[in-house]
């Protein structure tokens, strides 16, 4: 089992900057392929970013390719999601998501651990 946990959430101006991180429980972490999701209010979960076990492999939804890098540290069993030039659009709640596998998916419905979310407000 594979707990989860984001931080680095909050309230930024439109261009503004955040970096999320996700720290895991585990060191077999290491193995896992990592992604991002967001969820705005009445709207489904979508894929932002993810990467795979190594950093090799990574997946961009077209919204934030350009703004958003996606990466991590498997010594701090870590990973992390810097957005730039944030805009009104990517306010949502932002979970990280491990799956049993070192590759990447590109859908929600992939990924077998969950963290509980954490809020990002852009305001315009």
């Known amino acids: 089992q594979v707990q989860l946990v984001e931080s680095g959430g909050g309230l930024v101006q439109a261009g503004g900057s955040l970096s999320l991180s996700c720290a895991a429980s585990v060191r077999a972490f290491a193995w896992n392929a990592v992604g991002w999701f967001r969820q705005a209010p009445g709207k489904e979960r979508d894929t932002v970013a993810a990467i795979n076990w190594s950093g090799g492999s990574i997946y961009y939804a077209d919204s934030v390719k350009g703004r958003f890098t996606i990466s991590r540290d498997n010594a701090k069993n870590t990973v992390y999601l810097q957005m730039n030039n944030l805009k009104p659009e990517d306010t949502a709640v932002y979970y990280c998501?491990?799956?049993?596998?070192?590759?990447?998916?590109?859908?929600?419905?992939?990924?077998?651990?969950w963290g509980q979310g954490t809020q990002v407000t852009v305001s315009s």
């Open positions: 998501a491990a799956r049993r596998s070192t590759l990447v998916a590109a859908e929600p419905n992939g990924y077998d651990y």
